[in-house]
């Protein structure tokens, strides 16, 4: 009898295709029969938003093999056609209207600005669902989303979608059953340093209370022109395992992004992990204590950080 697959979440890819080609072997190979879950966020920013958007039409579906929940940036594209559609009837009398970032010149660049051209994606785009939960055999949930969620009765839809797309406070999970696996907030912002106190996985995953960032802002090693010293990872999670899977190692990642020698890149790595501390992250030690012995093991959670 052949094993059942993991579950493994994707952070935003933002448009970095091959990086993100890259991973999704790695975890196939390994594990053939997975699900791979997107965080949303895989438009805009990168290098290769067409290619992107194009396999995740072609493969994402509902309960699929492939699946995604919808990113900020999605829900950017879809209020933005909205508008672009009442101009494109109109007599054009008013401007065109553009999209905050660059999806509407990936999609003139490829001569699929036009209505018939745009109908199946936003179409695509419209059906991502906000919030997906894989649940383990002991009763632990991960609440795949976005950004963050909410799970106050008193909270009304509108109130938990806002959460889901946009909300960047990421420390404020009291759930005892519920891990939520979000992207949004890189972990090489300030921001997210700020709330983070293991601040050894700077652009890699990273680990609040219940809470797991698979953000590591891969897209902005693509576009900072400075030889930065930490990675800009596209990140992967095994639900099941809570282990991580990159798509390069730290010296291919340095090597990569700061066009730099392999001598060189294996320095910064070793720059870079010099600043880990040997302890495990505590909020990463307490979620695999509750993977393995279900709620029982939240009360030594509690004990330690109230």
Known sequence: MQEKGKHYVIGDVHGCYEDFLLLKEKIEKR????????????????PEVWE?????????????KYQSVLGNHEEMVLEWYREWRLWYQSDHQKKEPNTYYDFDMVM????????EKLDPVMEFLGKLPLRIEVEMDN???FDIVHASDIFEPTVNEE????RNLWWRSHDVNRQKDIIIVHGHTPTVSGLY??????????????????????DGGCFIGKNDSRK??????????????????YPRTLEEQFACQNGISEKEAKKVAEEYCSQWETVENPH????????????????????LFG
């Open 228 to 245: 930065l010293p930490y990675p800009c990872m596209l990140c992967a999670i095994c639900l099941e395992t809570l282990e991580e899977i």
């Open 52 to 64: 992107m958007l194009g396999w995740a039409m072609e493969h994402i579906r509902p309960g699929g």
């Open 108 to 115: 003139r660049s490829h001569d699929a600005l036009a209505p």
């Open 31 to 46: 594990d053939p029969e997975a699900t791979i879950i997107l965080t949303g966020d895989f438009l805009d920013r990168g």
């Open 159 to 162: 109130e938990r979608r806002e």
């Open 139 to 141: 009763g632990v949930k």
């Open 284 to 303: 990463l030690q307490n979620m695999k204590k509750l993977l393995k012995n279900g709620f029982q093991q939240q009360k030594v959670y509690e004990d």
């Open 193 to 214: 340093q700020y709330m983070d106190s293991d601040r050894r996985h700077r652009g890699m995953i990273g680990y609040l209370r219940n809470d797991i960032n698979v």
